[in-house]
Each structure stands twice: as C-alpha cells, then as structure tokens.
C-alpha cells in the first residue's frame, strides 16, 4: 500500500509529503530552512523555544514548526514580517537571560546563539543584562557548568534522560528560578553522573563546556625535565578535521600524527596498538570463560562511561564486565613499563597525554584502581578532540597544509582491528576476528557485518567450533539499559555483549567536536565518521590483533602470554560498586 | 527559596518506609505516578526527605532529578519539615506595603535561617505567608497559634526569645 501523503503550500510553493511530517522537515523538502534553538532530532522535540514558529493560515497563532505535524490544504508561511518579528523578539528575550562573555567564551566560533542572532538581524541588544554573574558549577572531572549562559532548551536534559537513561539533571523550579542541575541542586559530582558528556556536545551555547585540561598539557610540554608522550584514540583521527574546516568523515591520521610532533610531543604512539593489545587480553579473557564456565555474558570495559554507568547503576553485573582496561590505560601502563625500560626512561618523568573523544576519559585517568605496581598513575592527562584542535590552533599549524607523519616505533604499529574499537560493534568485530581465528584456525572470515551499523543494539550468532557464540552490541546507555533488562530477566541469551556509553560509540563521544542541531538532526553525522573507520580498516594490510608484530614482540619480549601474570598485573583491573544515590549523613 | 536542603535529619520510620513503598510498589509504571508519589511521600512524612524521595526513585525507576523537578516545581510541597514552633510572616499586600519584607528578613536573622528552611535543631521553621486575613494589625508575624501585629523588625529579637 502506498504511504499516505498530504498536500500542502509553504510559502506559495505546493509540497506533498508523508502524513506525519512536521512542517519544518516539510520546509527542508523544499529548501526552505528554518530557524531552530531546542530543537534536536529524536532527542528534543518539545516546541518549547518559538524559534521555529511559522503562520499557518487560519491558525490563531504562530505555531512552532519543529513539532506541529502538516495536514492536507494547509497554507504555510515561513518569512512573513510577523513571524520574522515574533523570531526576533522572542531571540531578545532569550539574549537578556544570557551572559554574553563572547569574546572568552569557549564556544564563540560555534555558538548556536550567536549564529541565531546573526541570522535574525539581532543589532542590538535592547534588554541588556550586565547584572549577570557567572554560576559556575565545576565540580566533576570533565565539565563546567555555568548557569548564566543556559537558554533552557533543555537539549542536555533529554539527551541525559533520553540517549543515556542516566538522567541526573532537570529542570529544577519555576519561571525565573528555573535551572539546568541536579537532584537537591547537589555538585555533579555527587550525583550518578557517568561523565559522558553527551550533555556537552548537545548544548547550544557555552553553558556546558569540557574542563580544558590544555595548560597542564603545556606545562608538560614546556618542562625539559619531563618526557611527555602523546597517543591518540582511534575515533580522533576521523573527527579533528572537523575542528578546523574539513568535511565529516575525513581521515587525518597522517596530519594529526605531525601535528602532534610539531607540539612538541616527544613520542607519538597510538592508541589503536593498545586496542589490538585489548584484544589479545580480552580474547583470552572471553575464550576461558566460555571454555571454563566462566561468567557469561562477558561484557567489554573500554567505555568508562558505561563502566561507572554499570557500577552504580547495574552494579549485579559487574562480575560480567572484563577485567580488562581500557586502551587507553593499557597504553599508558605499556608505556610506564615496557616502553620506559627500553628507552631507559624513569616512568616518573614521563608525562602521559592521550587524546580521547570521550570526557569520561577524564574521570578514567584519576581511577586508584589504575594504578601500576610502579606507583605511577598509566595516564596523566586525557584531553579531547576539541581540547587538541584548540592547542593545535594556538600553536599556529596550518591544520590543512600539514604533510602526513608516522607514529613512533614500538607503541605505533596497528591493524585494522584496533582501527575499528572508534564505532559500535567494532570492539565486538575486533575480538571476533581473533577468537574466531584462535578456535577455527586461520581461513575464517575477516568481516563480521552484522555488528555493524548505527541501529542502537545488534545481535549475531557465529558458529565457531563446538558451539555458536551469541553476542550482542549496544550504543547509548538507554539502548545499554534495555538490552540488559532483556538479558537479566532471561529473555535474552548471549556470550558476548559491547556496550559503548555514546550512541554510534566514540565517535559520536562527549568529547568530539560539536555539530550544531542542524547538522545532527539532518545529517548521519556518526554514520560519516564510522564509514571513515572502517574505510581505513579495509585499506590496512594486517586487520587482525594477533598478526600485530609490535604486540607480538610485547608478548615474547615482556609480556609473557596473554592473560598470564604480567599482563594482569599491568593490563587488568577490578570494579566497585557504588551507590547511585548518596545522601548526607547529617 | 523555599526549596534548599534541608539541615534536619531524617527521621523516618521503617513503618513510613513500608508505607511508602507499598504504594510505590502498586503505582510504578503509571503514566503520570510522580505526582501521587510525591504527594503521598509529603503526607507520610511531612515534607520530601531525600532519604524518602530516594526510595521513591528507586522503586518507581525514576529518576532522582526528575522527582526534584517535579517537586520543585509545585509550591504544594516542602523540602524542610515544619520545626516545633513555626513561624510566618505575611508578604499578603497590606503588610507588605507596612514593611513587612524587612520584619521577614530580621526573622531571617535573629534564626540564622532563609526562608523555607529549618534550624537546625528543628525548633524553629520560617515561611512567607500570603494574607492571612489579619491587614488590620499589619505587618504580621505568626508563631505557631500566636499572632504579633504592627511589628517593626526591631521587635521581632524579643518576640522569638520567648520560644527559645
């Protein structure tokens, strides 16, 4: 049967579009734009900040375009003085509940405000607000909060409570009073916050913004006592483009590689090496659970987002998650032990700085749990993408006109399997190709397809010798939080379970730069990036962990084997569980 | 404002707890169930103790901020429970234009406390009223069933001594 459509008129133009389009998507159809603030598709959808709002004939007022479905005959106009003027007014009115700092915001090159005003002829402000102080909340490892620039769109409430299921701050009051913060207006750290910084990247303004940890990287830098090593994550190399002009979806491992040697790095290693290393130990892992009546399903532990969402919030299955750490700390830890002996290097003059596209990196580095025997911490510094582009900027580099580096040896060779930890389902695919090929021997498939993909959870089977291995993958801890319901009241049965705090995985992470609303909500921006990735794991010549050289000789000449004492002594670690809720004991 | 932490400790009751959990228990998944929640939680124990509203989140599968929300939302419910002497001021019209907002704020500091909230001892608890229907004696200040009328801050000292 064909699609029921409605025929409508926007702007003297005749449009025919599905039943249950919005007139703002009906707009589009047409190339008409209109302008939004609170909208973001599939995540906000509440007409609440009148942006949008355009006439519709017969109407007895303006109505908000982003939520109001079209309907057959209906005469829509979207640039008539009124709803111009209304635009207006209503964009002065959110300006004057605004600290407008622009000139020191971190978000003035990217401001959705400030583009809005721009676009809607804003000259002037005639409510002025100077008696506007900052609020500043900066109590968790990875963000600042500051009240006195928030519009009340309400983005990063629902992509706490939506996306994430996590849900630690609202709307708390009313009229003037209302704000953006947390149960009792309690510190964010001592809420159930997992750091994930989805609330960051969905924010409009430079109300939430990442806690720039760059003047530690500098001092680091600028102390010729220290020996400061740098790696970055695999999801980083298909997203700094970004930050300075170049299209989604563009892979600048070759200038993000000199970029990072012209900072003044003294070695570049890659994180991609330690996610073939984090194969090797969680192949091991998964293959003596499943063989030794281990705890099944295994889940993975690299999202450290997902990791703290489990202790507090599913604490019942962290005898399921992998002892394994995360690569970036089993880069750090490899490069304060195996790398530091090699080059004679005392680990505690070595600065490790890894570049993530995640902020629950942030809280990761301070874990004591993380500790190596050698007393020192495997990361120092965990900074963003964003952070990075910002020292890249200030440094002067032509981004662009860089010519492509190498990383150094012994921590940079990487295969197309550690490539692919940057997407959902691609720790999953990595630890296949090497299980798989562990218990049917070489000769087994390279591609595990359907693990891949955008959908928010995917299920295989895989038949390996003996048994057929069930796994299961999950992106955004609301998608995390219903497959698990399904696996705990025993609707649902696997082996092997992904789960990726940020929906799409890292490379949609909290700490990847910013795309306004529009680009997100009519863009496949997570699905441009993962195409990246996977376009480099096909171009690689080695895509399996194990045929690794670099880590083949950490094992021979280090290590030991896989899972064996060594490796649990510097690349394993263990989970607390810890209380969602935390009352004061008065 | 009203709705800040309170600096009281919780004293509830395993018996208002079962209570509480029994109707949670018949209420979750109810479109709509915060407000009932958080209103049989006000009536169980007085005002919203974080310790109750907790087992309330907890129950229902709803998030802590989203009960805060809610219940900062409405002035029909308290996040401070009523001290053993409770004392008003009216900022009803009539005492407002006779002064009353500076007797409010003497109040505020003869008890050390903002308004909405309780001392610490729970002995005194502080509100703004609207008009309690006494404008012929404004500005008036009620503690507990005690009405004081055409006050000036410099009276309110020797009135609270009386209940200390």
Redesign the interface.
């Known amino acids: 049967m064909a699609e029921k459509t409605v025929n409508l008129t926007i702007n003297g133009l005749d449009v025919t579009v599905p039943a249950g389009t919005t007139i703002l998507e009906a707009a589009r159809s047409v190339g008409i734009r209109v302008p939004t603030l609170c909208f973001l598709k599939g995540v906000n959808e509440i007409g609440a900040c009148r942006i949008c709002v355009v006439e519709v004939k017969g109407a007895r007022s303006l109505v908000a375009s982003c939520v109001y479905p079209v309907s057959e005959g209906m005469v829509v106009n979207t640039n008539s003085e009124r709803v111009r003027h209304s635009r207006q007014l209503t964009l002065e009115l959110i300006m004057s509940n605004h600290r407008m700092d622009c000139l020191t915001c971190a978000r003035n090159s990217h401001c959705e405000l400030l583009s809005l005003a721009n676009e809607l002829g804003i000259d002037a402000v005639r409510y002025a607000n100077d008696h506007l102080l900052p609020q500043i909340e900066d109590s968790a490892p990875h963000l600042i909060r500051d009240n006195s620039k928030c519009v009340l769109c309400r983005r990063c409430v629902s992509a706490c409570?939506k996306l994430q299921s996590?849900?630690?701050?609202?709307?708390?009051?009313?009229g003037f009073?209302t704000h953006i913060s947390?149960?009792?207006?309690r510190n964010l750290d001592e809420?159930d916050c997992v750091s994930c910084g989805q609330c960051i990247v969905a924010c409009p303004t430079g109300a939430l913004t990442v806690k720039d940890d760059t003047a530690k990287v500098w001092a680091a830098l600028n102390d010729p006592t220290k020996h400061v090593v740098v790696a970055p994550a695999p999801a980083v190399r298909v997203t700094e483009g970004e930050c300075h002009g170049l299209p989604i979806g563009t892979n600048v491992e070759g200038k993000l590689i000199t970029a990072l040697h012209r900072l003044g790095f003294d070695k570049v290693f890659d994180v991609d090496t330690a996610a073939d290393l984090t194969i090797m130990e969680e192949g091991t892992e998964f293959l003596d659970r499943l063989q030794n009546g281990g705890v099944l399903p295994m889940i993975t532990s690299c999202s450290p987002g997902w990791v703290r969402y489990c202790e507090m919030h599913q604490p019942e299955l962290i005898p399921n998650l992998s002892s394994c750490k995360s690569p970036q700390q089993m880069l750090g830890s490899m490069v304060k032990t195996y790398y530091a002996e090699k080059a004679g290097i005392d680990p505690k003059d070595i600065v490790m700085v890894s570049v993530m596209p995640c902020t629950a990196k942030k809280y990761e580095v301070q874990r004591e749990e993380q500790r190596l025997p050698n007393g020192c911490m495997p990361v120092d510094i965990s900074i963003t993408t964003r952070e990075l582009s910002r020292m890249i900027k200030r440094a002067g580099l032509l981004f662009d006109h860089l010519p492509d580096g190498q990383f150094d040896p012994l921590l940079g060779v990487s295969t197309g399997a550690g490539t692919i930890f940057g997407v959902t389902g691609g720790v999953m695919e990595a630890a296949l190709r090497t299980v798989s090929v562990k218990l049917a021997g070489e000769g087994m498939q390279v591609d595990f397809r359907e693990v891949r993909g955008m959908k928010g959870v995917k299920e295989a089977g895989y038949f390996l010798p003996g048994r057929t291995v069930r796994v299961a993958v999950a992106s955004g801890l609301a998608n995390a939080k219903a497959l698990l319901e399904r696996v705990k009241n025993g609707q649902a049965h696997y082996d092997f379970i992904e789960i990726m705090g940020c929906p799409g995985g890292c490379i949609n992470g909290g700490g990847q730069p910013t795309q306004s609303a529009e680009v997100r909500s009519f863009t496949d921006v997570a699905g441009l990036r993962a195409k990246a990735l996977y376009q480099q794991d096909m171009d690689m010549p080695l895509r399996r962990s194990h045929e690794n050289p670099e880590i083949q000789a950490i094992y021979r000449d280090y290590l030991g084997e896989p899972g064996g004492h060594k490796a649990h002594e510097l690349l394993h670690t263990h989970y607390v569980p810890m209380k969602?809720?935390r009352?004061?004991q008065? | 404002?009203p709705?800040?932490?309170t600096?009281?400790?919780?004293r509830g009751t395993p018996e208002q707890e079962e209570e509480l959990l029994r109707f949670v228990a018949e209420h979750k998944g109810q479109p709509g169930g915060v407000m009932p929640a958080l209103q049989k939680t006000q009536q169980i124990f007085g005002y919203l103790p974080?310790?109750a509203?907790?087992l309330v989140?907890?129950g229902m599968d709803v998030?802590?901020?989203?009960?805060?929300?809610v219940a900062?939302?409405y002035a029909q419910f308290s996040?401070n429970p009523k001290g053993e002497h409770q004392v008003s001021v009216c900022l009803g019209t009539a005492c407002y234009v006779k002064g009353s907002a500076d007797v409010l704020e003497a109040v505020e500091k003869k008890l050390g406390i903002r308004t909405g909230s309780i001392t610490r001892d729970g002995r005194f608890s502080l509100d703004a009223t609207r008009c309690i229907g006494a404008c012929g004696l404004a500005p008036v200040m009620t503690v507990g069933g005690d009405v004081y009328g055409r006050l000036t801050p410099d009276q309110v000292g020797a009135i609270l001594d009386k209940y200390m």
């Open positions: 409570h996590v849900g630690v701050i609202s709307p708390n009051e009313r009073r947390s149960a009792y207006d809420t969602k809720y009352p004061d008065i | 404002m709705n800040c932490k600096v009281v400790p919780y974080e310790e509203l907790i989140a907890e998030p802590l901020s989203e009960l805060y929300s900062s939302f996040f």
